[in-house]
Nanobody, 120 residues
Framework: QAQLVESGGGLVQPGGSLRLSCAAS????????MAWYHQAPGKQRELVAR???????SYADSVKGRFTISRDNAKKTVYLQMNSLKPEDTAVYYC??????????????WGQGTQVTVSS
């Protein structure tokens, strides 16, 4: 089994920045794609940014140029640097990872979520 633990959420003013972190732990063999999703009240969970095991990144159109996803494979950690934050970025942010914990044991994992609120 593996676990994902997020940190770094909070309250920030419009135009401000936050950095989210998500660390994986447990009996991990390989971490493939890692990603960040967000879910605003009354809305579906949506992909924000994704990074493959090889480092290829992709972003939702709404965050391109403002958010940067990165990963440190040695630390089993994925980051989301969020700049120029807008009120519409307010949501619970969830970490996702595709993880193998051994032979025939590969599945999706989710973090518990961290609240990001952008407000003056």
């Amino acid at each position: 089994q593996a676990q994902l633990v997020e940190s770094g959420g909070g309250l920030v003013q419009p135009g401000g920045s936050l950095r989210l972190s998500c660390a994986a732990s447990g009996s991990i063999s390989t971490i493939y794609t890692m990603a960040w999703y967000h879910q605003a009240p009354g809305k579906q969970r949506e992909l924000v940014a994704r990074i493959t095991g090889g480092g290829t990144t992709s972003y939702a159109d709404s965050v391109k140029g403002r958010f940067t996803i990165s990963r440190d494979n040695a630390k089993k950690t994925v980051y989301l640097q969020m700049n120029s934050l807008k009120p519409e970025d307010t949501a619970v942010y969830y970490c996702y990872a595709d993880i193998s914990t051994g032979w025939a044991s590969r599945r999706d994992y989710w973090g518990q979520g961290t609240q990001v609120t952008v407000s003056s």
